[in-house]
């Protein structure tokens, strides 16, 4: 199966976390956390469309001025998905700024607190220099946003303050058969992107689609793709070791095909982390094992460790691998 978007973290694990996923075949990227975004390429950065954080300590979301600055110029907009602090977190970042000649420019900024039962909506945009707007609350429904193929959801968790955990899905693989292709005589090109959206939005059987000149069927069409499962990751970082958040961790990252999780401390440092409301190597293995996830990638360790970060990693795949 060919996917959908690849996937990577910014950082090395004892630095400031940040998760990139880039959409395959379009200009368009996903961040979760803000970490340092030195290591990204200034392409990397403006093909960022939504970014998602899960707490506004300073190595979750100082990257935002490194990304503010890189798409002040972009008709698309940016989007900003957080706890339910994240407005007013970005308010102040812009308010950090003197905005006189910004009006002109296009950028618009949308942002999104996520409680446990709504998400409050602002917006904030360079024609009105950055004075904010709110739009509104619609209830929360774990689902902080869906476009056809993904979805992302956010879960509510605790760091001794409000935080979030994410997951990206696609809600179907689809997989071109290049034998029916060949058989029907059929080039690879642009169409199929259109193919896969016809799918996608479950077009009516007898829409048209040009293919070379020809037009088919979209029922014609069909048999060339196969769906399969999505791909499904999960992220999850800067959580207290409490049972409450285990159990629904374990819960919103079952499946995954790789979850990123923190693993700030060793395991003989329990008291330190419970301290420091951060999870162990040891805990992330446990995490990952009863979730039945495929893949394991742990991150966001203490500078405790930074000379020997490989004990961490040991540690986590150790409980991961137990009883397999």
Not at 69 to 86: F, K, M, Q, S
Not at 133 to 148: N, Q, R, S, T, Y
Not at 266 to 276: K, N
Request: charged content about 25%; overall charge neutral; aromatic content about 10%.
């Amino acid at each position: 199966m060919k996917p959908s978007f690849h996937h990577r973290l910014v950082n090395a694990p004892q630095e400031d976390p940040s998760l990139y996923v880039r959409m395959i075949r379009e200009r368009r990227a996903f961040l979760f956390d803000a970490g340092s975004l030195d290591k990204l390429r200034p392409a990397d950065i403006q093909k960022i469309s939504d970014i998602f954080v899960s707490h506004a300590h300073i190595d979750h979301f100082i990257g935002f001025d490194t990304l503010l600055r890189a798409v002040l110029r972009r008709d698309t907009p940016l989007r900003v998905y957080g706890p339910e602090n994240i407005i007013e977190c970005v308010e102040g970042k812009l308010r950090g700024y003197t905005w006189n000649v910004i009006e002109e420019y296009p950028i618009k900024i949308e942002v999104f607190s996520i409680t446990g039962r709504e998400i409050r909506h602002s917006s904030f945009f360079a024609e009105n220099r950055f004075e904010r707007i709110d739009m509104g609350v619609k209830p929360f429904d774990e689902i902080a946003l869906k476009e056809p193929p993904i979805t992302v959801k956010a879960i509510n968790l605790s760091h001794g303050t409000p935080c979030l955990g994410f997951s990206l899905e696609e809600d179907f693989h689809i997989n071109i058969d290049k034998a029916a292709l060949n058989r029907m005589d059929l080039p690879v090109g642009p169409w199929l992107g259109e193919l896969k959206r016809m799918i996608r939005s479950t077009a009516a059987p007898d829409t048209p689609l040009t293919v070379n000149g020809k037009v088919f069927q979209f029922s014609d069409l069909i048999p060339i793709a196969k769906t399969t499962y999505g791909q499904k990751i999960s992220y999850i970082t800067d959580i207290s070791p409490e049972e409450k958040n285990i159990v629904k961790v374990i819960e919103f990252v079952n499946a995954s095909d790789t979850l990123y999780c923190e693993a700030y401390f060793l395991h003989e440092d329990i008291e330190r982390a419970i301290e420091r409301h951060h999870i162990t190597a040891k805990i992330a293995g446990e995490i990952a094992r009863k979730a039945g996830v495929r893949n394991l990638v742990v991150m966001h360790f203490s500078p405790k460790y930074r000379y020997f970060p490989g004990i961490i990693e040991n540690e986590a795949l150790a409980e991961f691998k137990k009883d397999s």
